[in-house]
Structures are given as C-alpha cells and as structure tokens.
C-alpha cells in the first residue's frame, strides 16, 4: 500500500483530535492516536470498518483489537485462512495476516463511535489511496454502510449505483470487487442481525473471488 494512505500524525478534523488529547489524557497507556491499516502490505483483500472504537483499536493501536467487534472477524479470518491465529490480542502480539489488510474509513476514534460526515470526507483520501494500491482480481470487503458508503466515494462511483446490502457484490474495473457485510458489532452479533453463518457465507463469496470464480 502507498505510504501516504496513512499519516500517524494526522489532525485534519478538530473535534477528533481534541478528542483523541482528551482521552490520551484520561487514558495514558492508550495508543489514542490515528491507527494505522494492519496485514499484508500486498494483499489481494482489504477489508474496511467503520472506525477504531474506544477501548478496542483506539487503547491497542491495532483495528478490531480489544473489542468485540474484532472476535467474529479474526475468528472467520482464521477459519479462512487469511490469518495465523483466531484471536487478537494486542498490537505487539504475533498475529500476522496472510493476503488481507484491514482498515478504517475514520482512522480516529470519534466521540460516541459516530463520526460526523465531513469527517469520514476529510478521511477519505487515505482510504482512497489504499484502494488505489490493489492490484486485478482485488476484493474489498465493507463492514457496514458507512464503510460501503466511504468505499464508493474513494473508487469515486455514485452512490446510487452501487447500493449497500448484506452479501451484495459489487463488480469494479480490473476484475476487483466490492463486497458488503453488515458491520460485526456487539449489537450486530448479539441482535442476531448477523450471525456466524452469515459472516462465514460472505468470507466464502470472498475466497471464490479472489480463487478467480463468481
């Protein structure tokens, strides 16, 4: 991936880095800064979350790590050969993913996990450059609308053309592919709104993706 679709030291949107000094103060042993994209620099599959939440990406400077968002993911992404270990624990752990990264469309953590429209706007050009650096054959996962949402606007589609629903895809340029999922929330999870199963059927229309089938 680029190295400019990242900047640890980003401070475009005020109220989140106001916030982000304000819980590094609460919280010293936090990461509470930007995080950073996570995986394999050349990965055929990345996949795109919403934003690092408080106590999860945001205290381990690590996305879907030390929250429960991250146990269904990281347990589907072993299952499926993406990583090395079913469970992530800490940034400094030897989890290592295989052909995936994983990203944010805010890669700050904003007040109430709801980022504010101009501030997933002021993001999007780190996303888009990571978008840019997927080769052919490439599959972009979407974790919910607001990422599916973000995405569109970084491969710079219209909306409308590219509506977001659970186990949609959508075809791109270059043989790569779009592919939504509801997000894997506590809510999500424990609602039933999304199940194992459901999870695991996405991650399978995944892995016939990038196997080269349809």
């Not at 401070?11 to 995986?39: K, N």
């Not at 800490?90 to 980022?115: G, M």
Request: one cysteine or more.
């Amino acid at each position: 991936m680029p190295s400019l679709s990242f900047d640890p030291a980003c401070r475009c949107c005020p109220r989140l880095a106001a916030f982000l000094d304000e819980i590094g103060s609460r919280y010293p042993a936090y990461h509470a800064r930007p995080v950073p994209p996570f995986g394999d620099t050349e990965a055929r599959f990345l996949i795109v979350g919403l934003a690092p939440g408080m106590h999860g990406a945001n205290a381990t400077g690590r996305p879907f790590t030390g929250d429960y968002a991250g146990v269904l993911l990281y347990q589907t992404l072993y299952e499926f050969g993406f990583s090395n270990r079913c469970e992530s624990r800490h940034a400094a752990d030897s989890l290592r993913l295989d052909d995936c990264r994983i990203t944010n469309a805010v890669k700050c953590l904003p007040p109430q996990n709801k980022p504010q429209t101009e501030e997933i706007r002021s993001c999007n050009p780190f996303l888009a450059k990571e978008i840019a650096g997927l080769g052919a054959g490439a599959v972009i996962l979407a974790l919910g609308r607001i990422a599916h949402n973000a995405t569109v606007r970084a491969l710079g589609k219209k909306q409308s053309a590219y509506p977001f629903a659970h186990g949609a895809r959508h075809a791109l340029e270059q043989g790569r592919w779009l592919v939504d999922s509801y997000h894997c929330s506590r809510y999500n999870t424990q609602t039933g709104r999304l199940t194992r199963e459901m999870f695991q059927a996405v991650f399978r229309d995944v892995r016939r993706l990038l196997d080269g089938g349809n």
